[in-house]
């Protein structure tokens, strides 16, 4: 009976700690949560609307979709090549699973999971804002990132992108307000917040270590004396447990595997794919090369490799790509996704006020998040999706900017009484509607892709019209997803190498189009259907408009 009493106990502090994450000093109004509500619904409105735009599953999203319907299936964490996955981290495949026993549809239940978690993003990005800044702000804030065209595109693609922007922003919330009541549910919770963003993307583990050392920095001194090493060593303890106890599932399935603990492999081959990718060619050789004996494509057989090992063994190859790849995204990704009026007006929020103790704490936690990916990206594959994650960040960042330029044009125009309503009201939020215009140019990019949809009719007709258990050869999955087929990379080979390669997967079929070309000019010559060998291949599906030929593969 006193078990219980006290187990009572607890689940009523944990639940008025968690309103203490959600609520500053000042408690909600009625128009606040009305707000809030309001543009979570808006939000998810929009995202619904641009799904009309996504006609074509991603190449990862391929993955994802067939892992999280064989994962919730019962068949195992088994990937669209037919194998059991180790590249792919299980959180969002698992989503996307579950939300297709409502949908029956595993594309749509994979946008759609990303929907609901971009529009969820309003409510943890407007309590993070008004925690740290104000309620103006958190207004601002969340007002633009219900509007911003990356988040609303990432927000219908079939990708990890917003869940887990979701979750890291959850994180910076529960983290933040974990470093300043320092509690040990607050970090309880902290560890189990990035334990799922961990399971969405491995590079989260990077915030585990960021607000342990920001644990170690923050905690204040107690009557003067020394810091309280015991109390935050004891807190980073809980967080590292409750952290591992959220991973331990895929930890223990990653030994039955592999014979070995590690957190993962993913970050190996991302480094190995950013080797030599100054041209599409060098690219496709050094992911699609194959083994010495043709066998398989050299890169999936360094899964099992250490990153550590690779880090350690090539440290030239590793600086020189560093410092290429930094230039390159401080000068084309980061604009590309954050306008530069933007990136000023996070200048004028950082710099128009005076720097106290207090909000040098606050900055440092937010410049911390925000530099972190930006700092580690450049060692692996670059790709603004990589960094797109911490746009809401920056985005409070700019909102509070916005603010401060507001207040300067309302300190300035009390001088002048002459229309002081009208112009006053539009002078102060002109800043706020040419920084929402300033985000249509990147709406522009994104919708007008050029999106193999080909490939989903290669597909489809395939599903209806080749064997169950056809294997697909080609680039990319699409066609295999859509034909419900399983996939076979194909290899950056000649002709001979590729049949053999081909031949020893028992491949049946092999998939060649217009952008192959490009990739493989070893095998342009499969798109006159006249060159190809009748004795090694059969042309069965043909769609002249798009150039997409689709061989069964001749085995005599």
């Known amino acids: ?25 000042n408690s909600l109004d009625k128009k606040e949560i009305i707000y809030i509500i309001g543009l979570t619904i808006l939000a998810f409105v929009i995202r619904i609307f641009f799904l009309q735009f996504q006609q074509f599953i991603t190449h990862d999203g391929a993955e994802y979709a067939v892992l999280g ?52 993003l309003i409510v943890p990005l407007y309590f993070f804002a008004r925690k740290m800044y104000s309620q103006k702000v958190a207004i601002i804030c969340s007002f633009i990132a219900a509007l911003y065209w990356v988040l609303i595109n990432y927000s219908t693609q079939t990708l990890t992108e917003s869940t887990y922007t979701f ?5 910076a919330l529960v983290g933040y307000t974990a470093l300043t009541k320092q509690t040990k549910v607050l970090y309880l919770f902290s560890g189990i917040i990035l334990g799922l963003s961990y399971l969405t993307r491995p590079d989260a583990i990077g915030y585990l270590v960021i607000l342990m050392v920001l644990t170690l920095i923050y905690f204040e001194k107690d009557n003067g004396q020394r810091t309280q090493w015991k109390k935050a060593l004891i807190c980073c303890l809980i967080m590292l447990i409750s952290f591992l106890a959220v991973l331990s599932p895929y930890l223990l399935f990653f030994h039955d595997q592999t014979g070995r603990w590690t957190l993962g ?68 990704y980061i604009t590309s996704i954050f306008p530069p009026l933007l990136i000023m007006l996070v200048g004028a929020g950082l710099f128009r006020q005076n720097w106290t103790i207090q909000r ?22 670059l790709d603004s999706r990589y960094i797109s994650p911490v746009l809401p960040l920056a985005i409070v960042w700019a909102a509070n900017g916005i603010n401060e330029v507001q207040t300067w044009l309302d300190t300035n125009l009390n001088n002048n009484a002459k229309g002081r309503f009208r112009q006053g009201f539009l002078l102060k939020n002109i800043v706020l509607i040419v920084a929402i215009l300033s ?36 680039r990319d999955p699409w066609v295999s997803f859509y034909s419900e087929r399983i996939w076979l990379p194909l290899p950056y080979a000649n002709y ?30 499969l798109m006159d259907k006249n060159e190809a060998n009748s004795n090694d291949l059969r042309l069965i599906y043909e769609n002249g408009k798009h150039n997409i030929l689709v061989y069964e593969i001749l085995y005599n």
Request: charged share 20%; proline share 4%.
């Open 69 to 120: 319907k064989n994962l919730i299936s019962g068949i195992g964490y088994v990937s669209i090549q037919g194998q059991i996955n180790l590249f792919f981290s299980p959180l969002y495949p698992l989503l996307i699973g579950i939300f297709s026993m409502l949908f029956k549809n595993l594309e749509l239940s994979a946008r759609l999971v990303s929907v609901v978690f971009g529009s969820l």
């Open 1 to 25: 009976m006193i078990a219980l009493e006290r187990l009572i106990i607890n689940l009523y502090s944990i639940k008025f700690t968690f309103n203490n994450i959600m609520f500053s000093k």
């Open 265 to 332: 492999n993913r970050d190996i081959i991302n480094t190995i794919y950013g080797e030599n990718t100054s041209d599409a060619i060098s690219f496709e050789k050094n992911v699609f090369g194959l083994t010495d004996d043709g066998k398989e494509i050299k890169i999936l057989m360094t899964q099992n490799s250490s990153l550590f090992d690779y880090l350690i063994n090539n440290p030239a190859v590793i600086a020189r790509r560093y410092i290429q790849n930094s230039e390159e995204q401080y000068i084309k």
């Open 439 to 474: 985000l249509i140019p990147m709406m522009i990019t994104i919708y007008h892709s050029n999106y193999p949809v080909e490939h989903k009719e290669a597909g489809l007709w395939l599903r209806d019209n080749s064997p169950g258990d056809s294997i697909i050869l080609s």
């Open 496 to 525: 001979s190498q590729l049949l053999y390669y081909a031949k020893y997967h028992k491949a049946t079929h092999i998939i060649i189009d217009r952008r192959i070309v490009e990739l493989r000019p070893e095998l342009a010559f």
């Open 167 to 171: 979750l890291i922003v959850c994180s």
């Open 360 to 381: 040098l704490k606050k900055e440092l936690f937010i410049a911390v998040f925000i530099a972190y990916p930006l700092l580690i990206y450049p060692l692996f594959h």
